[in-house]
Nanobody, 115 residues
Framework: QVQLVESGGGLVQAGGSLRLSCTSSGRIFSVNVMGWYRQAPGKQRELVAVITVGGSTNYADSVKGRFTISRDNARNTVYLQMDSLKPEDTAVYYC?????????WGQGTQVSVSS
C-alpha cells in the first residue's frame, strides 16, 4: 500500500503565501501522477494541480499563475507553492498519488485565508 503524509497548512492573510509538502511511502511505482485537491465546506473536492514523474503539470484555472506544483522524485515528495492567496482558497487540501489504476489520499491539511 501507499501512505501519504502532508504538512504545511495554516492560517494566512490574503495576499500571503504557504507551501504544502506531501511525502509518499510504500509501494510506489516508477510511473505515477501526484497532485493536490481541495475541498471547501459544502463543496465537492476539486483538482488544484497535478504533476507527472516527468514534470508535466496541469492546474485548475482558478490557481493558474498563483500556485506552483513541483516534485522531488528521489524523495517521493510533491510540493505546492501557493502565492497571492485569496479567501476563496480556504479549504482542506489533500495530497493524491495515482498509479496503476489506484488512487491514494493523504489525511488533508487545512488552509485558511483571512480577508
Amino acid at each position: 500500500q501507499v501512505q501519504l503524509v502532508e504538512s504545511g497548512g495554516g492560517l494566512v492573510q490574503a495576499g500571503g503565501s504557504l507551501r504544502l509538502s506531501c511525502t509518499s511511502s510504500g509501494r510506489i511505482f516508477s510511473v505515477n501522477v501526484m497532485g493536490w485537491y481541495r475541498q471547501a465546506p459544502g463543496k465537492q473536492r476539486e483538482l488544484v494541480a497535478v504533476i507527472t514523474v516527468g514534470g508535466s503539470t496541469n492546474y485548475a484555472d482558478s490557481v493558474k499563475g498563483r500556485f506552483t506544483i513541483s516534485r522531488d522524485n528521489a524523495r517521493n515528495t510533491v510540493y505546492l507553492q501557493m502565492d497571492s492567496l485569496k479567501p476563496e482558497d480556504t479549504a482542506v487540501y489533500y495530497c493524491n498519488l495515482h498509479q496503476m489504476g489506484s488512487s491514494f489520499w493523504g489525511q488533508g491539511t487545512q488552509v485558511s485565508v483571512s480577508s
